[in-house]
């Protein structure tokens, strides 16, 4: 899985299949690859590595066609390798592009081997390929072959098939995983993200689950699940394809860092009516909704579920609503039991994320009457299948890691904290504190990114550090685990959070001299508690770093470097406290020379289980 692209045009699409490439690179992958249909048949060209090493291996063999497939890949079946990269071909008839995971495909493999087809790389994908070419032997009919060949296949997929003797056909389809269509003048493309086509093209139509497309360059034919011709709308997409650019920032992850306090004004922007917070934010019937409510239920994945986890604390203290959060792959698999006029709570940068998508659809079999998503990707899946959204508008975020999806996340909960709590014990006191400190963040924000010179030098103590430790409490515990997730993602430093009172239970085993240990220090009623973990960590020769309240004093201590923070409101200060965190594993990735932007392994969008 990662990255799909393909066209079909009256000009070479070959220059548009690589920049669409490039532009999914944010993705994380291993390889990448691209097949041209010309008169003289399929070609293809693939490498190990970057876009960079394809554009090379084409440069210097030319390709050429008005018809083409491309992608970017990030192992499951079978290890990085050229043999393994997409596109794939069946007796250089058939070319294939895939996104998912075809749980069936050994059953597939064994009986395609049995008709006699050779299988060179150790992909899923691979069956698919094989048997769109079988079927069409029978059936003289791509988009027949294709029809057939994905009534077979178990698991998700989104597919972009072309064949030699079909040059003005590009077949296109999906199920659990992600396929956008770009409308042009006499042409069409294909993505599994619309920033890759957003030099070709405003204009998209999102397949929905089980949509097959027939596209060539003069019509479009798509049929839904039940084989049925549909219409799907044309949106015109406000991205511009200048959007996706680093600007001045050596990398996306810092752009994205800095964009915070922008990203913050734009989920709250239009959202209050005279300070007060809109039920209609989330959905033209989000008030009825809300009046049904007696309980929550989070299902999100990664960063999402920090965000979640902070939540939490945030439904039960602040409105005393009962809340419950599950890593959305358990979910399905612990039979909950869910009480009545509960909501389900999905969180999610892209909307696509494959557990989080089938822990709703099980919330769903189970009951559940509603459910809500908390997103930045306006078309995507989740939002689809919720009845009610908040979008983050966070606006494109390219760094693998991230930032100002998880922040915007944050503020996006706890408008819902309030929506929710105003109907439980959120007084209309609370409730306006809540409102002018979240008006307020932006400004804070930009005060903590004031110390980011201070946070690139302390980052020089990690250079030869293998492990850290990071320590909060209370709201400040999901945050030190994002913090944590942080510095492990992007630097490969091993790196663990705890709730700081867990210390004596364990982890205080691992302190000495090697082990930098991070805290989350903000004035709130769990300071005293926290000074005498920290004090712990102290006592037995442990280096702390500690970023805390402006307002507070601390004994001097050889072993203690104090990061002071701008004064912030108890509510509000988990999402302040993130950016330092994030600031810090930034540079000590850049000055431990990692690949900041895409990290070894990880893709951004994981839309497979």
Known sequence: MCGIVGGIAQRDVVPILLEGLRRLEYRGYDSAGLVAVNQEGIGRRRALGKVKMLQDNIDEQSIVGNLGIAHTRWATHGKPSTENAHPHLSRDEVAVVHNGIIENHNELRASLTDEGYVFTSETDTEVIVHKIHNQLAETKDLLTAVKQTVAQLEGAYALGVVCKEAPDTLISCRKGSPLVIGVGIGEYFIASDIAALLPVTQRFIFLEEGDIAEIKTDSLVIYDKNDQVVERPIKESQLKSDSVDKG???????????????????????????????????????????????????????????AGLTAKYWFEKLARVPCNIDVASEFRYRQPVIPDNTLVVTISQSGETADTLAALLEAKKLGVKYALTICNAPESSLVRESDLVLMTRAGPEIGVASTKAFTTQLASLLMLVIAIGRRFELSDENEQKIVSELFALPGKLESVLKLDQQIEQLSEQFAEKHNALFLGRGTHYPIAMEGALKLKEISYIHAEAYPAGELKHGPLALIDSEMPVITVAPNNSLLEKLKSNMQEVSARGGQLIVFMDETLSAEKDENVQIIKMPKVSNVVSPIVYTLPLQLLSYHVAVLKGTDVDQPRNLAKSVTVE
């Not at 004004?265 to 008030?287: C, I, K, P, T, Y």
């Open 248 to 306: 001045q920032y050596r990398h996306y992850m810092m752009k994205e860092i800095y964009e915070q306090p922008w990203a913050l004004s734009q989920v709250l922007e239009g959202r209050f009516l005279e300070n007060r917070l809109q039920d209609n934010a989330f959905g033209h019937n989000a008030a009825d909704v809300f009046d049904e409510i007696k309980a929550i239920q989070i299902l999100a994945c990664g960063t999402s579920y920090h």
